[in-house]
């Protein structure tokens, strides 16, 4: 399982460096693994697409609190799964937009089924079922959700963030290259 200290960095940096860990998530007593194929990072009271761009608020506060913690806000009737990272006193979070599934789900259903369930942060949330009662829980055992790290590798691609009107002039989206799961293609 990765440390918690590898969140207390730059947000996007994290954001980057996630792809290729592997997502785990713990339900009852299965196991659903995916390798994190694209996420964004949100920065704090700057960033005009950032939750945190408004100030401080009771749905948002998470972001300001130690990295490691799990982020989660609702967009469009979808949970979003977001990870606090953000080196001290900065803000920040990561959203993660798809995995890739590996493991038994993958000799269950087909390519087509798989990139429904686990291709964009909505999708991803409902079927790893994560919702609003994770919020502000540390990754590990209290979450029964850790990234952890196999040395898997990506060529990584970035763009604009995905649904965003204002956005900062970095790029903030990170994506493997041509990878099948990646919820828009450039």
């Known amino acids: 399982m990765i440390e918690l200290k590898f969140f207390e960095r ?16 713990k339900i009852d007593d299965n196991f659903i693994e995916g390798i994190i194929v694209e996420t964004e990072a949100y920065f704090g009271l700057k960033d005009p697409a950032s939750r945190a761009y408004n100030g401080i608020k009771n749905y948002n506060k998470v972001m300001w609190e130690e990295p490691g913690k799990i982020f989660i806000y609702n967009v469009h ?17 990561v959203l993660i937009r798809a995995i890739e599934p590996i493991g038994s789900i993958v000799r269950e259903l087909d390519n087509k089924e798989l990139k429904k369930m686990f291709s964009g942060p909505g ?14 829980k540390f990754l590990g055992q209290e979450s029964n959700i850790w990234i952890e790290d ?31 799961f990646v919820s828009r293609q450039l």
């Open 10 to 25: 730059k947000t996007d940096l994290v954001a980057k460096e996630l792809i290729g860990k592997v997502l785990v998530r």
């Open 77 to 93: 009737m979808y949970w979003m799964f977001n990870i606090v990272a953000h080196e001290k006193n900065e803000i920040g979070a």
């Open 123 to 136: 999708r991803l949330t409902k079927t790893l079922r994560i919702d609003k009662s994770l919020n502000g």
């Open 150 to 180: 196999r040395g898997i590798d990506y060529e990584i691609g970035t763009s604009k963030r995905i649904g965003v009107r204002k956005d900062l002039k970095k790029n903030l989206r990170f994506f493997a290259k041509n990878n099948f």
